[in-house]
């Protein structure tokens, strides 16, 4: 009963946040479900937008405690992919009419890098005619680059805090200096103030977090007024700081999947009018993951378009799925998963979010 009344407010409360991310009786999980399908349908449609994601490179400078790609990762075999294999991939998501790509790689902030970005913005401008959006998940960089990257065409940036908790942070990333919670704060707002539309996430089920903390990171969404989100579970990888400490200690797959699902579904209640992604991570603990998602109230997806042969050596997590597929068999099935769920795949579309032209107009 408390549930339902939660549900009928207009603004949650800290309060009413905490109890929904507590509840577990599956009566009460499918009214939050069904709430923010309700909400989704209203504020942002039915449609599902797609982002063609291509990994071009796992090199990096960072060295996250949790990924699989950290510069000290011994075991993973580098790969930068060339332009012509980053334009081909491109060219393949404007000729399926996915609408949109998002260019994803290790962080580097030296200048050959940020030429190469550069310049691979405008060819694929160039090669759709203008047609296909452009997101950017490339790590912290300055302010110069970041405008540099805006002027040449991208327009959607994706740079995710992981946690709100500080102190969560700090046990995440090493403490050399590099790694710097505050930083990222000031980027999410350089690349605001630049124009881009701005989207975070953070790490669902980690060693350490609490309700209260995921409630934070929702407010903390609030605060930072975002406009997309792209969250998934925590999943390990094995040869990582955080893989071998707690390789026996992460909660069950279902726990995490089960949070995972709430923080979409409130996530969509709570700040209603963004973009959140179903992401493959979600689909990494649970077949069905990504159509649990768009049910509970997420609208993108980010089908893998890198090209086979680099696919593998993107592992951020163990067990990433959809490696061995290629993009046409990842395209067959999502849109039958799409599908599945009653929503329909928004062809051609740049599917910004409505957040941001609010905002734009306050
Ligand atoms: S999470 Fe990103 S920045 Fe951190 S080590 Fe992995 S690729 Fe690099």
């Given at each position: 009963m408390k549930t339902a009344e939660i549900l009928n407010k207009e603004k949650l409360t800290r309060e009413d946040l905490l109890y929904l991310m507590n509840t577990e009786d599956p009566k009460d999980l499918n009214l939050i479900y069904e709430k923010a399908y309700e909400i989704k349908e209203k504020e942002v449609g039915k449609k599902v937008f797609y982002r063609g994601l291509i990994?071009?490179?796992?090199?990096?400078i960072k060295d996250c405690n949790?990924?699989?790609?950290?510069?000290?990762?011994?075991n993973v075999e580098r790969f930068f992919m060339d332009k012509k294999d980053i334009l081909e991939s491109a060219r393949w998501i404007y000729e399926n009419n996915y609408g949109s790509l998002v260019l994803q790689s290790g962080e580097r902030q030296d200048e050959e890098f940020i030429l190469f970005v550069e310049d691979v913005i405008k060819e694929i401008k160039e090669l759709s005619g203008g047609k296909l959006g452009i997101t950017l998940s490339l790590g912290e960089q300055n302010r110069e680059t970041y405008k540099r990257w805006f002027d040449a065409g991208a327009h959607r940036y994706l740079l995710r805090?992981?946690?709100?908790?500080k102190e969560l942070y700090k046990k995440m990333h090493p403490?050399?200096?590099?790694?710097?919670f505050e930083n990222r704060i000031i980027c999410l707002k350089e690349l605001r103030n630049i124009g881009f539309q701005v989207g975070t996430g953070v790490m669902i089920g980690?060693?350490?977090?609490?309700t209260e903390d995921l409630v934070e990171d929702l407010l903390f969404y609030e605060k930072l007024d975002v406009d997309m989100i792209g969250m998934g579970p925590y999943i390990i990888s094995d040869e990582t700081p955080m893989g071998e400490e707690y390789r026996d200690k992460v909660m069950s797959k279902e726990k995490r999947v089960s949070l995972g699902l709430k923080m979409i579904a409130l996530s969509r209640i709570y700040l209603k009018d963004i973009n959140i992604a179903a992401t493959t991570a979600l689909q990494g603990l649970d077949p069905l993951g990504r159509e649990k998602g768009l049910k509970a109230g997420a609208n993108v997806l980010m089908p893998i378009t890198t090209k086979d042969e680099y696919r593998a050596k993107y592992q951020l997590y163990n067990d990433k799925p959809c490696i061995d597929d290629t993009a046409d068999q990842c395209k067959g099935c999502l849109a039958g998963r799409v599908k599945s769920v009653g929503d329909e795949i928004a062809y051609g579309e740049w599917g910004d979010s409505p957040h941001f032209f609010k905002r734009k107009n306050r």
């Open positions: 990994e071009f490179s796992n090199n990096c949790y990924c699989g790609i950290r510069r000290s990762s011994g805090v992981e946690t709100s908790n403490q050399d200096g590099k790694h710097n980690l060693p350490g977090q609490s």
